[in-house]
């Protein structure tokens, strides 16, 4: 059984307190003036519904009801946090070629108010959702038991959205930002002078609490990173037999003297992320969980 997050409570409960200012400039961005829309419909109570209407991850609940809460409407879900989206026609709230999501009440402005916003943030969600749970099973059938990450290359602006998604779809986020942990790669060591220096100095100031990785292009620079304390080797842009090699010469030349943990990275995608299965690798990451993937579909039609 996969010990994703959703099994263990909501994922609202890990937003930061600033998350919902977030949405509030979401808002003032599509609408940073008079809203003409808005004066045509007014105010009467107006009901809607979200359609799914591409296979995917539904992810992003918390956002789409803020979204809507700052218009002054309400969201009642249908579909859980991480569920399919069924376009056969079966299953509540399905029809053929869509499913119901959700229902939206309020005020006619303030439905059209949240709608492209709450839209565009549930599709990009629900796409980097989508593509993390496909990797990781396609992953799982290849036999591969370690995690599948993500990157820092996010949207800027986007981020939270984005390690949301892949919490969804099963993934560790890795790293939010660079006060998370210490990751030391080559402009790092090259501007230090070296990768012993550079984790020494790292640990310097990191203390206890903050684990220090670093980006090796050869085994010998991993066993340099390793003997000078880091916890993480990340294996950059190795092929796929070249990992294979070097995370199982590492492993056994290291064991019983040091605990690090394997990072193979650089270049993995869907296509190809099956050559670098390795258990001797504690971590696959890669962006094309969360960059380019391809957004779900969904709409909002007011009910008339």
């Known amino acids: 059984m996969e010990n994703v997050p959703l099994e263990h409570g909501s994922l609202e409960h890990l937003l930061p307190p600033s998350w919902k200012s977030v949405v509030t400039a979401w808002l003032a961005e599509d609408t940073p003036s008079f809203d003409y829309g808005g004066f045509v419909v007014g105010g009467d109570p107006r009901t809607a519904t979200l359609w799914g209407k591409s296979g995917g991850i539904v992810a992003g609940r918390p956002f789409v009801d803020e979204v809507f809460a700052q218009c002054g409407c309400a969201v009642e879900w249908h579909v859980r946090e991480g569920s399919h989206i069924e376009l056969r026609g079966h299953g509540e709230g399905a029809v053929r070629g869509k499913m119901r999501v959700a229902t939206v009440t309020g005020p006619a402005r303030g439905v ?15 796409g980097v959702a989508s593509m993390t749970r496909c990797m990781l099973v396609n992953l799982r059938a290849a036999g591969y038991a370690g995690a599948l990450a993500g990157t820092r290359k996010t949207t800027p602006g986007f981020r939270l ?65 390793i003997a000078a304390g880091a916890d993480v080797v990340m294996l950059d842009n190795f092929t796929g037999d070249g990992v294979k090699v070097a995370a199982r010469s590492l492993k056994e030349t290291w064991a019983g003297k040091k605990h690090f943990l394997i990072e193979v990275s650089g270049g993995l995608t869907l296509d190809n992320v099956e050559n670098y299965v390795c258990n001797d690798v504690d971590i696959l990451s890669t962006s094309a969980i969360h960059q380019g993937v391809p957004h779900i579909d969904f709409s909002l039609k007011i009910e008339v």
């Open 112 to 126: 059209l108010l949240g709608e492209r916003v709450a839209l565009n943030l549930l599709a990009r969600c629900s």
């Open 161 to 225: 959205v984005e390690k949301y998604g892949m919490l969804v779809g099963g993934a560790d986020a890795h790293r939010m930002d660079l006060s998370s942990m210490i990751m030391l790669k080559d402009n790092h060591v090259w501007s230090k002078g070296s990768i012993t220096d550079a984790v020494r100095a790292a640990k310097s100031v990191g203390g206890f609490t903050l684990k220090v990785e670093v980006e090796v292009r050869t085994e010998d620079e991993a066993d340099e990173a």
